[in-house]
């Protein structure tokens, strides 16, 4: 079985500030990891997905994750906050089998003040 | 490709009506999936299809939710009846195997 914890349900960042959202995955086997961005009456949007190979990805509009499997851990970053950039963000993870299944986290808003 | 389609994209109807949701997945995914999202749940997987087949269905929460997949363009989630409690936003998603999901604008349905 895979879970997905996204700590804090809110964050808050300046606009220019480094936004860094966390997420831990449980997985007995290797996973797949997926950041996606949900922006309000819209559906979720692909921001960046590791696979296999390179373990710091980069995604669209400047944000990148680093997989890290001893800390079982997915972190979203961006250096600078931008007003554009408050979402919702979603972690997800799904395992190498070649099933497509994906297991979400609850979400973690980012909210962005001028 | 103009990506995951859905209709209606908003819906609005009252309790004891049937509910009929729509998607049309992108040409050539060969997995469809049904996901709600509702402020105290969050987003929950319903079912998915592979290759036109429900493949786990276990997400539908009871009897009144039914899903098919008559071919590879096209998808119902129907409610029949509807309740108040079924006021969520629905998705639809696609996507190749193994690989990230693709995901409709949703339908945002309204039971009173």
């Known amino acids: 079985a895979q879970s997905v914890t996204q700590l804090g349900s809110h964050v808050s960042v300046s606009e220019g500030a480094l936004v860094l959202l966390r997420c831990n995955y449980s997985?007995?086997?290797?996973?797949?990891l997926f950041w996606y961005v949900q922006y309000p009456n819209q559906g979720l949007q692909l921001l960046l997905k590791?696979?296999?190979?390179?373990?710091l990805v980069k995604g669209i509009n400047g944000f990148e994750a680093e997989f890290k499997k001893s800390e079982t851990s997915f972190h979203l970053t961006k250096p600078s906050a931008h007003m554009s950039d408050a979402a919702e963000y979603f972690c997800?993870?799904?395992?190498?089998?070649?099933?497509?299944?994906?297991?979400f986290g609850k979400g973690t808003m980012l909210l962005v003040s001028p | 490709d103009a990506g995951v389609i859905q209709s209606p994209r908003h819906e609005v109807t009252e309790m004891g009506q049937e509910v009929t949701l729509r998607c049309k997945p992108i040409?050539?995914?060969?997995?469809l999936f049904w996901y709600r999202q509702t402020m105290m749940r969050g987003l929950e997987l319903l079912i998915y299809?592979?290759?036109?087949?429900?493949?786990?269905d276990s997400g539908m929460p009871e009897d009144r939710f039914s899903a098919k997949m008559p071919n590879a363009s096209f998808s119902t989630l129907k409610i029949q009846p509807s309740e108040p409690r079924d006021s969520a936003v629905y998705f639809c998603?696609?996507?190749?195997?193994?690989?990230?999901?693709?995901f409709g604008p949703g339908t945002r349905l309204t039971v009173t």
């Open positions: 997800a993870v799904s395992d190498q089998s070649g099933y497509s299944t994906l297991t």
């Open positions: 998603a696609s996507s190749l195997i193994g690989a990230e999901q693709y």
């Open positions: 590791y696979t296999t190979g390179a373990t």
């Open positions: 299809f592979n290759n036109n087949v429900p493949i786990d």
């Open positions: 040409s050539g995914h060969d997995y």
């Open positions: 997985s007995s086997v290797p996973p797949y």
